[in-house]
C-alpha cells in the first residue's frame, strides 16, 4: 500500500467511527435521561407503613441528621432554600408545600430518599433504613397534614 492509500484508507474509518461515537453517547443520554423521569415508588413500598414514630426524641435526632445531611440542599426551613440549591440544575422540593406534600405517602419519601435522584444522591448506603425513616418523620413537620393520604400511617393534624 504507498502512503496515499494508506491515507485514504485511515480518513474512511474516521467518519463510521465518529458516527458510532455519537450514537453510542447520544444513546447512553437518552437512557439516563428516561431513568431520571422514573421516580416512581413501586407500589408495596408506597403504601410501607413508618415504623418510626414522630415522638419529640425521635423529630430530634432527625433533625441533627437533616442538619447534617440535607439542610444544604433543602433549606434549614425546608422550602428548598438551602446554601447549595442555587447552584443546582434541579430545584430541591419544598417540603412546605403542604398540598404536594399530602399526595406523598411515608413510603414513598422513604423510598425517594434511598433511592436519589441528581443531583440529590442515593442515601441508601449512607444511612440506615431508621434513619432515613426518621427523616420521613422529619420533613413531614415543616407542612401541614391536610387529610392522610391513602397508605399513610401518620396522625392527621400532626404539625
Ligand atoms: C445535593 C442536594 C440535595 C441533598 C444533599 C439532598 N437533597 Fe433531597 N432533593 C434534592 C433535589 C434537587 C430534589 C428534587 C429532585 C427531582 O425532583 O428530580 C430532592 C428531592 C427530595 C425528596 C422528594 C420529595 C418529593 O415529594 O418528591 C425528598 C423526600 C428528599 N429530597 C429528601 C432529602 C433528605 C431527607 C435529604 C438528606 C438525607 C436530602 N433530600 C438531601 C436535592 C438534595
Redesign the pocket.
Known amino acids: 500500500m504507498n502512503r496515499a492509500a494508506k491515507k485514504k484508507y485511515s480518513c474512511a474509518i474516521v467518519w463510521p467511527a465518529i458516527t458510532v461515537v455519537v450514537l453510542g453517547i447520544a444513546a447512553v443520554m437518552f437512557s439516563l435521561v428516561s431513568c431520571?423521569n422514573d421516580?416512581n415508588a413501586p407500589a408495596e413500598v408506597k403504601s410501607e407503613r413508618n415504623p418510626m414514630p414522630a415522638t419529640g426524641a425521635n423529630l430530634d435526632a432527625a433533625k441533627a441528621?437533616?442538619l447534617d445531611?440535607?439542610v444544604?440542599?433543602?433549606g434549614v426551613k425546608g422550602n428548598g432554600e438551602g446554601p447549595?440549591a442555587e447552584k443546582?440544575a434541579?430545584?430541591?422540593?419544598d417540603f412546605t408545600d403542604s398540598h404536594?406534600?399530602n399526595e406523598?405517602t411515608d413510603g414513598?419519601?422513604f423510598w425517594?430518599?434511598g433511592v436519589g435522584?441528581r443531583?440529590?444522591?442515593s442515601?441508601k448506603n449512607r444511612?440506615s433504613e431508621d434513619d432515613r425513616w426518621l427523616?420521613v418523620d422529619y420533613?413531614r413537620t415543616f407542612s401541614t397534614r391536610l387529610a392522610a393520604p391513602s397508605g399513610s400511617t401518620a396522625a392527621p393534624g400532626r404539625p
Open positions: 431520571g421516580w441528621i437533616y445531611r440535607c444544604n440542599c433543602h447549595e443546582l434541579v430545584a430541591p422540593k404536594a406534600m406523598v414513598e419519601l425517594k430518599i435522584r443531583p440529590m444522591p442515601f444511612l427523616l420533613i
